[in-house]
């Protein structure tokens, strides 16, 4: 046997690496479509323009949306000082209303009392409207009987 040239084994080697690599391409672009033929897309991708014009819209929605944030945020805290007013109020209400059940208190217990002289005093009245009339004695006075006290004077 004889030896192969060099620039014969070269050549040799340069096509099976040319021929590795073209069936290589060959085998990946067959794997590519049988992929394709297996899972096709039913839906077309959406375009370039189309997730532009979604972009914008969202943009535009976000920024109403912070509006509204903004607005409840405000109303938020008008409601929250609103309702501090309201407890405030509501404590000195209490305050006042306690106030005003001690006066009344005060005022019943004064009622109470007078109602109590007022029925002794009709107590009274019927038992001296029940008793009989008693004689009375009237005395007169006269200056002669009152022994005729003047004064003494220089006269």
């Keep these: 046997m004889m030896p192969l040239p060099?620039?014969?084994?070269?050549?040799?080697?340069?096509?099976?690496v040319?021929?590795?690599?073209?069936?290589?391409?060959?085998?990946?672009?067959a794997?590519?479509?049988?992929?394709?033929?297996?899972?096709?897309?039913?839906?077309?991708?959406?375009s370039a323009e189309a997730l532009q014009a979604r972009l914008v819209s969202e943009q535009e929605?976000?920024?109403?949306?912070?509006?509204q944030l903004t607005g409840l945020t405000g109303q938020a805290a008008e409601l929250s000082t609103a309702l501090q007013a309201a407890k405030d109020r509501i404590a000195a209400d209490t305050t006042h209303a306690s106030?005003?059940?001690q006066q009344l208190?005060?005022?019943k217990d004064r009622l109470a009392k007078l109602d109590k002289l007022v029925a002794q005093a009709q107590a009274a009245l019927k038992a001296r409207a029940a008793?009989?009339?008693?004689?009375?004695?009237?005395?007169?006075?006269t200056p002669a009987a009152t022994g005729g006290e003047h004064e003494s004077g220089d006269d």
């Design 6 to 16: 060099i620039v014969l084994r070269r050549a040799v080697v340069v096509g099976g």
């Design 18 to 29: 040319t021929a590795s690599l073209v069936l290589g391409a060959l085998t990946v672009r």
């Design 31 to 46: 794997a590519g479509e049988w992929t394709a033929a297996n899972a096709p897309l039913a839906t077309a991708p959406v």
């Design 61 to 67: 929605r976000s920024a109403s949306l912070s509006d």
């Design 99 to 101: 106030d005003l059940q």
């Design 105 to 107: 208190d005060a005022a």
């Design 131 to 141: 008793a009989p009339p008693a004689t009375s004695t009237t005395v007169t006075s």
